[in-house]
């Protein structure tokens, strides 16, 4: 079946560097994508999301690119802190679709480096 | 910042036995979800409640899961019968009214650990 992955499950970066951290989705029907970032203990929160008529959106520190041709995401974190180290999750759905539509991804743990 | 509460964080049981584990969703919110993650793999959906009752649910919410929103702030999933497989981490999530899938506030989730 069709499903989101996540190209590397650990990451590990020096504090201060930036951070990219990729997903692949197969889906070609999902229009809508989203980040989430998972601290150790706590629920999944809300990171930055993109729509499929857009190639990227920036929040507060993060990007988030999206490759519909190749069928890529990836979120880059700016001059990465010690509290970014999380799991990034990826989800992807169809935005008009169900709630059992929006499929997660494995997750890549980040961890940062002093 | 609001957010979704749960309770129990963690929540030990034998197997065969009731569990309910609770959810506070945020006060505006009017969309409820529960979603679970077994140890090392991915965030599942398990049901989706709108309007006090089901509008959807996957094929592990079998005959054994229940919801029920028993009062204006909880939200509860209860399994009647526990199973080993069902250890799990339980997420509730809630969200505004709106497209689905928006911007899901998830809860910090409840271990459950069935011996």
């Known amino acids: 079946g069709e499903s989101v992955g996540l190209h590397l499950p650990t990451l590990s970066v020096q504090e201060g560097d930036n951070s990219i951290i990729n997903c692949a989705y197969s889906?070609?029907?999902?229009?809508?994508f989203i980040w989430y970032k998972q601290e150790s203990g706590k629920g999944p929160q809300f990171i930055i999301d993109?729509?499929?008529?857009?190639d990227k959106r920036q929040g507060q520190r993060v990007t988030v690119l999206l490759n519909k041709t190749v069928k890529h995401l990836s979120l880059q974190i700016a001059a990465t802190q010690p509290g970014d180290s999380a799991v990034y999750f990826c989800?992807?759905?169809?935005?008009?679709?169900?709630?059992?539509?929006?499929?997660f991804g494995s997750g890549t743990q980040l961890t940062v480096l002093p | 910042e609001p957010e979704v509460t749960q309770t129990p964080s963690h929540q030990v049981t034998q197997m065969g036995q009731e569990v309910i584990l609770r959810c506070v969703p945020i006060?505006?919110?009017?969309?409820f979800y529960w979603y679970r993650q077994i140890l090392g793999q991915k965030v599942e959906f398990l049901v989706s409640?709108?309007?006090?009752?089901?509008?959807?649910k996957s094929e592990i919410f079998d005959d054994q899961f229940s919801v029920e929103r028993p009062d204006g702030s909880n939200f509860t999933l209860k399994i009647r019968s526990t199973k080993l497989e069902d250890s799990a981490m339980y997420f509730c999530?809630?969200?505004?009214?709106?497209?689905?899938?928006?911007?899901?506030?998830f809860g910090s989730g409840t271990q459950l650990s069935v011996l």
């Open positions: 409640f709108y309007n006090n009752e089901i509008s959807e």
């Open positions: 889906n070609s029907a999902s229009d809508y």
């Open positions: 999530a809630s969200r505004k009214q709106g497209a689905a899938n928006e911007k899901l506030f």
């Open positions: 993109i729509r499929s008529n857009m």
């Open positions: 006060s505006n919110h009017l969309y």
């Open positions: 989800a992807e759905a169809i935005s008009s679709g169900s709630a059992r539509q929006l499929t």
